[in-house]
């Protein structure tokens, strides 16, 4: 059974930042891993993405320059430093992954990802 363990989390401050991380119990390379996010009342959005394969990355326009998702193959870990958070990004956020090899279309849609994360969540004060 896979498992994806999402953490680091937590309250901050507007301008503040956090590194959320996610434990993967897969072998994360050659796929799509992306982060969610999921606000009270809204749909869940992408936020990033990473195909592990050649590293390249995709990031939605409200994060771009702020956020940067990474990855180590070799401890099967998924990252996103997260970094002048706004209040807008308080939500719940979920780390998935494609199956290996995935061709997929746009990589910031959540339908594409077969396997979840809990979720963590990241609150912003203003």
């Known amino acids: 059974q896979v498992h994806l363990v999402e953490s680091g989390g937590g309250s901050v401050q507007a301008g503040g930042s956090l590194r959320l991380s996610c434990a993967a119990s897969?072998?994360?390379?050659?796929?799509?891993m992306g982060w969610f996010r999921q606000a009270p009342g809204k749909e869940r959005e992408g936020v990033a993405a990473?195909?592990?394969?050649?590293?390249?990355?995709y990031y939605a326009d409200s994060v771009k320059g702020r956020f940067t998702i990474s990855r180590d193959n070799a401890k099967n870990t998924l990252y996103l430093q997260m970094n002048s958070l706004k209040p807008e990004d308080t939500a719940m956020y979920y780390c998935?992954?494609?199956?290996?090899?995935?061709?997929?279309?746009?990589?910031?849609?959540?339908?594409?990802?077969?396997?979840w994360g809990q979720g963590t969540q990241v609150t912003v004060s203003s």
């Open positions: 998935a992954a494609t199956a290996r090899y995935a061709r997929i279309g746009n990589p910031l849609l959540s339908h594409y990802f077969h396997y």
């Open positions: 897969l072998d994360t390379s050659n796929r799509y």
């Open positions: 990473i195909y592990t394969g050649i590293s390249s990355t």
